[in-house]
């Protein structure tokens, strides 16, 4: 196993322990959940590297790569939720969005032909993560004000204003958007991938 593989696994493997800890009632545990999720994240930016630097790329971390992306983002979603700090809708439409695209890569990769992938694509990618450290940390900051019984303005003016909602529901209309995009650009694979599942349950006799 090659070391952007290795990181790839890292990511997957943190994934629990980081929730783990975030649902920990202290302060500490919730700040040691931050680091977690933190160097899970750094993980994909240096596979990505190293692959590309020394030639790693395969076909089994092309799979793998955004397959623990999703996992680590997955599992943050759904803790905010838990946590009352985002609605369910947002987490399922970028929960099922980015899945069903995850599957349609790995279906395309087996198929040897590459879905289209556009720069829209990158930077939701990119807002998304950046989007959700926001949240993260308004959470911590939430959280710490709290545990110490201390009156902080800004987290009262945000919380009044539901502002961890309404950028998480913006980044899931964009993620649905892109969704669309993506679907359309790649609309053959699609009709393939479902003509394959169609004769898998449903047989010719």
């Known amino acids: 196993m090659n070391l952007p593989t290795q990181l790839t696994v890292l990511r997957i493997i943190l994934t629990p322990f980081f929730v783990y800890t975030l649902f920990l009632d202290h302060l500490i545990f919730k700040y040691i959940s931050f680091v977690i999720f933190t160097v899970a994240s ?83 990618t990119f807002m998304q993560m950046t989007a959700v450290f926001i949240v993260y940390i308004f959470l911590l900051v939430d959280y710490q004000a709290r545990y110490l019984e201390q009156n902080y303005v800004v987290v009262e003016f945000l919380r009044k204003i539901n502002f961890t909602n309404k950028l998480m529901a913006f980044i899931a209309l964009l993620t649905l958007v892109t969704g669309v995009l993506y679907f359309i650009e790649n609309r053959s694979q699609i009709k393939t991938l479902f003509i394959s599942f169609y004769k898998i349950f449903i047989p010719s006799e």
């Open 42 to 124: 750094l993980t994909d930016l240096y596979d990505g590297y190293y692959a590309k630097k020394y030639g790693y790329v395969t076909k089994w971390g092309k799979f793998l790569d955004p397959l623990a992306d999703k996992i680590l983002v997955s599992a943050a979603l759904i803790a905010f939720y838990i946590l009352d700090y985002i609605h369910l809708w947002v987490v399922i439409v970028i929960v099922t969005r980015d899945f069903f695209i995850t599957g349609l890569r790995s279906y395309a990769l087996y198929r040897e032909k590459p879905v289209v992938t556009r720069e829209y694509a990158r930077w939701k």
